[in-house]
């Protein structure tokens, strides 16, 4: 599957809809993780042969919605080009290109802006310092 590729400037340019984006996910997550974990109590204490009580369905059908609703945020970040990383940090990667070589710009929440790169198999533990040359752009 062919990526979009960014320029780190371009990459910066989209922060301020990737940061909101990012916003609403990471202030939706807990809400959704909160409703699983409810229903994953209620149904360990019920015997199957009960079947899902009330209380079950309603919780399904709003994890269900949630769930959209922070699918449809990821939906945003793809149109945009970049990747959703993690829920626990709000990381986002940009493919880019670095000395000749596909890489991935990588951004987390509450950065202003891209400072760090990391090779395409490496992940956040690998993340390095933009190059001086870059980091003054």
Known sequence: MAHKF??????????????RVVQDIMAA??????L??????????ARPEW??????LN?????????????GYLG?????GCEFKGFDKGLVDF??????REILWCWKLGEDRITHWHELEAGFDGRQP???VLSRR
Not at 6 to 19: D, M, Q, Y
Not at 38 to 45: E, F, N, V
Not at 59 to 71: G, S
Not at 76 to 80: G, K
């Open 36 to 45: 699983v974990d409810r229903y994953g109590l209620i149904a360990s204490q």
């Open 95 to 100: 493919h880019g290109r670095l000395d000749e």
């Open 51 to 56: 079947g899902e009580s009330q209380e079950q």
């Open 29 to 34: 997550y807990p809400h959704w993780k909160d």
């Open 76 to 80: 945003e970040l793809e149109q945009i």
């Open 130 to 132: 933009l190059p001086e």
């Open 6 to 19: 960014f320029t780190l400037a371009e990459a910066n340019r989209t922060l301020p809809l990737v940061r």
């Open 59 to 71: 919780l399904k059908a709003e994890i269900d919605t949630v769930a959209v609703k922070i699918n």
